[in-house]
């Protein structure tokens, strides 16, 4: 088993910045990835960003260029610090781990943070 507690979600200006961390505990050695979904309201929840254990990063167009992913191993931790924000980031950001067992990939989910972009 895996837990995931996310924090740094808020309110923000558009043009503003946040910073979320997902700390990860539990059969950590399990992980291979990690990464960061987001669901609007109406919505389905979509990728942001993921990264590997080997420093590998993938992100959403709308995303590239105004979000980093970043990982510190050692603290079990996932960073998305998110730039340049704008209403249509507004969503629930769910905080995801994989963990390969064997031939299986189970996916974990933290509660999630509200990220509201608004005047």
């Known amino acids: 088993q895996v837990q995931l507690v996310e924090s740094g979600g808020g309110l923000v200006q558009p043009g503003g910045s946040l910073r979320l961390s997902c700390a990860a505990s539990g059969s950590t050695f399990l992980i291979s990835a990690m990464g960061w979904y987001r669901q609007a309201t109406g919505k389905q929840r979509e990728l942001v960003a993921t990264?590997?254990?080997?420093?590998?990063?993938n992100y959403a167009d709308s995303v590239k260029d105004r979000f980093t992913i970043s990982r510190d191993n050692a603290r079990n931790t996932v960073y998305l610090q998110m730039n340049s924000l704008t209403p249509e980031d507004t969503a629930v950001y769910y905080c995801n781990a994989a963990a390969r067992i064997i031939t299986t990939t189970i996916n974990y989910w933290g509660q999630g943070t509200q990220v509201t972009v608004s005047l």
């Open positions: 990264i590997s254990n080997g420093g590998s990063t």
